[in-house]
């Protein structure tokens, strides 16, 4: 049985990963991961990547379970299923528009608490009210319903990792920083090399003067790796973004060239990337290469029209250019 959602979208490479991954199926007791790429609405410049069973056999005993974010999983580990990895993307347009993601939250809310009374003690239903709540900007719900959850979990669920995330976004956002990296370290006990909570670190490091600790978690982030899991997460986070901040972090403690070389390799991968021309810009306005620091001005305008002090910048560098 192969599972798509309405608002999913399949390209003709993926469709061509897909025909050669049918065509080589046999009665094997194996299911499939693949990856689902959230398109970001308009508030957000990134998507995120959601890994799902897709494929899985056609057998009695595997069915779904839960109301809302329904899984197969559970059926398949009970049932011996191998879970196998697979490169295949599928693109996930349904959160594009904003205004309809808050009322798809609340629908999933309503449900997940019909499910809360028939299983209070669920640690996936307590995850996924965390992730909802957290969502819709209710912290103290969020922050209760993911303890609960981590207390009912094993740490080999796949849902731990972002069980620590989930706690360490809702206390920052409630200023308790100290709370945040302390949910952050418990969480890298288990897993040392796990991308959002690397990223969370080196982010609120940053946010809190401490640059070196930053640039630490930054660098294992951009430099590490972690095998195959289920999981949900921003995209780019091991390349794009994490450059983007780790260049950022080398910028506020003066090496220019390390900062630059990060940005550059964002550029080489994200042509787009507004945060690495800006840092680009920047570098090259410090060491006063204006011309550069103009070419740099004037790509980040043509990409982002009304980004804030661009084009104050882009006055001084041509200044500076006229002398």
Same mark, same amino acid.
């Given at each position: 049985?192969?599972?798509?959602?309405?608002?999913?979208?399949?390209?003709?490479?993926?469709?061509?990963?897909?025909?050669?991954?049918?065509?080589?199926?046999?009665?094997?007791?194996?299911?499939?991961?693949?990856?689902?790429?959230?398109?970001?609405?308009?508030?957000?410049?990134?998507?995120?990547?959601?890994?799902?069973?897709?494929?899985?056999?056609?057998?009695?005993?595997?069915?779904?379970?839960?109301?809302?974010?329904?899984?197969?999983?559970?059926?398949?580990?009970?049932?011996?299923?191998?879970?196998?990895?697979?490169?295949?993307?599928?693109?996930?347009?349904?959160?594009?528009?904003?205004?309809?993601?808050?009322?798809?939250?609340?629908?999933?809310?309503?449900?997940?608490?019909?499910?809360?009374?028939?299983?209070?003690?669920?640690?996936?239903?307590?995850?996924?009210?965390?992730?909802?709540?957290?969502?819709?900007?209710?912290?103290?719900?969020?922050?209760?319903?993911?303890?609960?959850?981590?207390?009912?979990?094993?740490?080999?669920?796949?849902?731990?990792?972002?069980?620590? /995330?989930?706690?360490?976004? $809702?206390?920052? !956002?409630?200023? &308790?920083? =100290?709370? +945040?990296?302390? *949910?952050? #370290?418990?969480? %890298?006990?288990?897993?040392?090399?796990?991308?959002?909570?690397?990223?969370?670190?080196?982010?609120?490091?940053?946010?809190?003067?401490?640059?070196?600790?930053?640039?630490?978690?930054?660098?294992?982030?951009?430099?590490?790796?972690?095998?195959?899991?289920?999981?949900?997460?921003?995209?780019?986070?091991?390349?794009?973004?994490?450059?983007?901040?780790?260049?950022?972090?080398?910028?506020?403690?003066?090496?220019?060239?390390?900062?630059?070389?990060?940005?550059?390799?964002?550029?080489?991968?994200?042509?787009?990337?507004?945060? /690495?021309?800006?840092?680009? $810009?920047?570098? !090259?306005?410090? &060491?006063? =290469?204006? +011309?550069?620091? *103009?070419? #740099?001005?004037? %790509?980040?305008?043509?990409?982002?029209?009304?980004?804030?002090?661009?084009?104050?910048?882009?006055?001084?560098?041509?200044?500076?250019?006229?002398?």
């Amino acid at each position: 049985i192969f599972w798509v959602d309405a608002d999913d979208r399949i390209d003709e490479e993926n469709r061509a990963r897909l025909k050669a991954l049918f065509a080589g199926l046999g009665r094997e007791n194996r299911a499939y991961v693949m990856q689902c790429f959230c398109v970001p609405d308009g508030q957000s410049s990134t998507g995120t990547l959601v890994t799902h069973v897709q494929l899985f056999p056609n057998r009695k005993e595997y069915r779904w379970e839960h109301r809302v974010h329904e899984q197969i999983l559970p059926a398949l580990r009970r049932g011996g299923a191998e879970v196998v990895h697979t490169d295949v993307v599928i693109r996930h347009v349904g959160y594009v528009d904003a205004a309809l993601r808050r009322k798809k939250l609340e629908r999933d809310l309503r449900l997940l608490r019909l499910e809360e009374a028939e299983q209070p003690e669920h640690p996936f239903t307590l995850f996924n009210l965390a992730m909802t709540t957290l969502d819709l900007g209710r912290l103290d719900a969020a922050v209760g319903y993911a303890r609960k959850s981590l207390a009912l979990s094993d740490v080999r669920d796949s849902i731990v990792r972002k069980l620590y /995330a989930m706690l360490a976004q $809702a206390q920052w !956002a409630q200023g &308790e920083a =100290r709370a +945040a990296l302390g *949910e952050i #370290a418990a969480g %890298r006990q288990h897993y040392p090399d796990d991308e959002e909570l690397l990223w969370l670190e080196g982010r609120y490091r940053e946010a809190v003067g401490d640059l070196g600790g930053a640039e630490a978690a930054l660098r294992r982030l951009v430099e590490g790796s972690e095998g195959d899991h289920l999981g949900s997460t921003a995209a780019g986070l091991r390349t794009i973004r994490g450059r983007e901040a780790l260049g950022g972090v080398c910028f506020r403690q003066g090496r220019l060239a390390e900062a630059e070389q990060q940005w550059g390799k964002v550029i080489g991968a994200a042509p787009t990337s507004v945060p /690495a021309w800006w840092g680009l $810009a920047n570098v !090259a306005t410090a &060491e006063r =290469r204006w +011309a550069d620091a *103009e070419r #740099a001005l004037l %790509r980040l305008l043509e990409l982002a029209p009304d980004h804030a002090g661009a084009r104050a910048n882009l006055a001084v560098v041509r200044g500076e250019l006229g002398r």
